[in-house]
């Protein structure tokens, strides 16, 4: 799970069996104070693909820039290029989006998408509201 900016323009394909598949890349930011008491940032870049459905949509409603939520699986390929030297390349890859930024309400266009993934979310577990039940740190699992 990621939450960034995309750093290019999704560039979306057809692949000859006819699926969308599309590519793009998304930067994150970490920011800390060092030992110092200096502000430091990084970015970290993550390349990521989808399919199908959410890619098609990814393809129509976002760009550079973009603020959105990702969630998928890490892969690695690897290939040989034209020298015969055996590169890897690891991705996102994408089973879920949310996009963050606030929809752009001059633009008649703009219509929020269905959901683009099958999962369903469970029902919330009936809530204690009683208030008298304090949580103990030992009882929390993580």
Same mark, same amino acid.
Do not use: C
């Given at each position: 799970?990621?939450?960034?900016?995309?750093?290019?323009?999704?560039?979306?394909?057809?692949?000859?069996?006819?699926?969308?598949?599309?590519?793009?890349?998304?930067?994150?930011?970490?920011? /800390?104070? %060092?030992?110092? &008491?200096? #502000?430091?940032? $990084?970015? *970290?870049?993550?390349?990521?693909?989808?399919?199908?459905?959410?890619?098609?949509?990814?393809?129509?409603?976002?760009?550079?820039?973009?603020?959105?939520?990702?969630?998928?699986?890490?892969?690695?390929?690897? /290939?040989? %290029?034209?020298? &015969?030297? #055996?590169?890897? $390349?690891? *991705?996102?890859?994408?089973?879920?989006?949310?996009?963050?930024?606030?929809?752009?309400?001059?633009?008649?266009?703009?219509?929020?998408?269905?959901?683009?993934?099958?999962?369903?979310?469970?029902?919330?577990?009936?809530?204690?509201?009683? &208030?008298?039940?304090?949580?103990?740190? *030992?009882?929390?699992?993580?």
């Amino acid at each position: 799970m990621i939450i960034g900016n995309l750093t290019r323009d999704p560039e979306v394909r057809t692949t000859p069996s006819g699926q969308s598949v599309v590519n793009f890349s998304v930067a994150t930011n970490f920011n /800390w104070t %060092d030992e110092t &008491g200096k #502000k430091q940032e $990084r970015a *970290e870049f993550h390349n990521v693909v989808a399919w199908r459905k959410l890619a098609e949509i990814i393809g129509q409603y976002l760009k550079k820039g973009s603020k959105i939520y990702i969630e998928g699986r890490l892969q690695t390929r690897s /290939w040989d %290029d034209q020298s &015969g030297v #055996k590169r890897y $390349r690891t *991705e996102i890859v994408a089973d879920n989006m949310i996009m963050l930024d606030r929809p752009d309400t001059n633009n008649p266009k703009f219509s929020q998408p269905e959901p683009a993934n099958d999962y369903v979310q469970p029902e919330p577990a009936a809530l204690n509201n009683s &208030g008298d039940e304090e949580i103990n740190v *030992e009882d929390i699992p993580f």
